[in-house]
Each structure stands twice: as structure tokens, then as C-alpha cells.
């Protein structure tokens, strides 16, 4: 399994970030992150766990998120960010 757990990133989610295809766990929850989640987070195909808890995230919730057809676990709680999430667990 591939994972990226507890990594200090630095302040900001880097939209290259889909460039690790192969991601399944990636686990950035109380890291101080602030911005916005980057749609290319969609492009993270087998992406199966995404936890961004506790940080400072702002903006919309990226609707690329849809596209990680993997995701059975989705952990976006105590952030500043707006809309929802459709149809993600309906697959």
C-alpha cells in the first residue's frame, strides 16, 4: 500500500501532488495546512483513504474529488472549506 501519512508538506497541498498515481493512503490531518485542496487531488485514481482533518483549508471542495472512485474514506472535519461532495460513496 502506498501512503503518505503525517508528512509535513509545508503550508499549502502542491497540486503536483497527482503526480503519485499510485497513492492509496494520504493522511495530511493536523498539519497546519492552509489554502485550498488542489482538484487534482481527482487525478489520485487509487487513492482509497484522504484525511485533511485539523488544518486551515479554505475554498470549495474540489468536485474532482468524484473521480477517486477508490475513496471509502473521505475525513474533512474542523476546516474552513464550503460545498459537498456528490455522489462519492454511490458507485
Known amino acids: 500500500m502506498t501512503q503518505l501519512v503525517h508528512s ?3 503550508t ?3 497540486p503536483s501532488i497527482s503526480h503519485l498515481k499510485e497513492l492509496q493512503v494520504l493522511d495530511l490531518s493536523q ?3 492552509s489554502g485550498i485542496i488542489p482538484r487534482e487531488i481527482g487525478n489520485l485514481l487509487k487513492l482509497q483513504t484522504l484525511q485533511l482533518f485539523k ?3 479554505s475554498g470549495n471542495i474540489p468536485t474532482e474529488i468524484v473521480h477517486c472512485k477508490n475513496l471509502t ?3 474533512l ?3 474552513k472549506l464550503t460545498g459537498i461532495v456528490h455522489c462519492l460513496f454511490y458507485h
Do not use: A, E, M, T
Request: glycine residues 6%; neutral net charge.
Open 77 to 79: 472535519y474542523s476546516n
Open 55 to 57: 488544518n486551515s483549508l
Open 12 to 14: 499549502l497541498i502542491p
Open 73 to 75: 474514506l473521505l475525513n
Open 8 to 10: 509535513w508538506i509545508g
Open 31 to 33: 498539519n497546519q495546512i
